[in-house]
């Protein structure tokens, strides 16, 4: 009976993790730039005499859904979307170079270039991009930023540093990508569009029918359960009248 009891409740903690993941995905379902998050797991026999015929689910390496999300338009100077597999590259609280696809950008009292979400530094390839005051600013596709002055003529100040990753970047728990390798270099020929931005790439409709899944497994395991601990009280009591 134990064995029946122990394979359930594997199978049902398996899927509450696919439960907590699936809400994650849909809460994030308007973030800009999100990246779909995946989970899978994999069967582990256990060792031992006697446990041979017995496997249990655990968690594997948790990775991310490439594929892009929807670009819509803002018609925003300081909104940009990443072409292709470009990212953005920022300096994460920690100080440390980070890469997303969140291009929604905007500029600090001092002029500094920050995303929005959360005020990081915006990496240019020499370094922070600064703006100056009450300049009109446009985003070429190559990632040049280039400020006009009332009177004056458009200057570049800068280019977005955008990074082309060969593979999988990790999510770090601030939400933000990065490289296991260390810091990536600047791909020239990576574009971008301006007044635009990208979208998440989770389906909300695919997400919600994934978790009505998870929760009817979950909840067949349970029943599970109670069934092996029911027939195992009842064994029980048979043996006690003998």
């Known amino acids: 009976m134990d064995r029946r009891i122990y394979l359930s409740m594997s199978g049902a903690k398996a899927t509450m993790q696919r439960q ?4 994650h995905n849909l809460a994030n379902v308007t973030t800009t730039g999100f990246r779909e998050e995946l989970q899978s797991f994999r069967a582990v026999p256990v060792r031992g005499d006697g446990a041979s015929t017995r496997a249990y689910a655990l968690e594997t ?3 991310y859904n490439p594929a892009p999300g ?15 597999n470009a990212w953005f590259a920022v300096q994460g609280l920690d100080g440390t170079e980070a890469y997303t696809r969140a291009g929604a950008f905007e500029t600090t009292a001092e002029g500094t270039l920050v995303t929005r979400s959360g005020g990081l530094p915006v990496i240019g390839e020499g370094g922070p991009i600064t703006i100056p005051p009450n300049a009109e600013v446009t985003i070429g596709d ?7 002055v009332p009177g004056g003529p458009s200057t570049a100040v800068g280019r977005l540093k955008l990074v082309v990753p060969e593979t999988a970047l990790n999510r ?8 296991p390798g260390g810091d990536l270099a600047g791909e020239p020929t990576a574009r971008v569009t301006q007044g635009a931005l990208e979208g998440s790439n989770v389906s909300a409709v695919g997400t919600m029918v994934a978790m009505i899944a998870a929760a009817r497994q979950f909840e ?4 599970a359960m109670q069934t092996a ?8 009591q048979l043996l006690s009248m003998n």
């Open 229 to 236: 601990e029911k027939d195992e009280q009842q064994a029980q």
């Open 142 to 148: 190559d990632g040049t930023v280039a400020a006009k």
């Open 70 to 84: 929807p670009v819509n338009a803002t018609g925003r100077a300081l909104d940009v979307a990443a072409q292709g």
């Open 20 to 23: 907590d993941v699936l809400s």
């Open 172 to 179: 770090g728990a601030d939400g933000l990508f990065r490289s």
């Open 220 to 223: 067949a395991q349970t029943k």
């Open 61 to 63: 390496t948790t990775g």
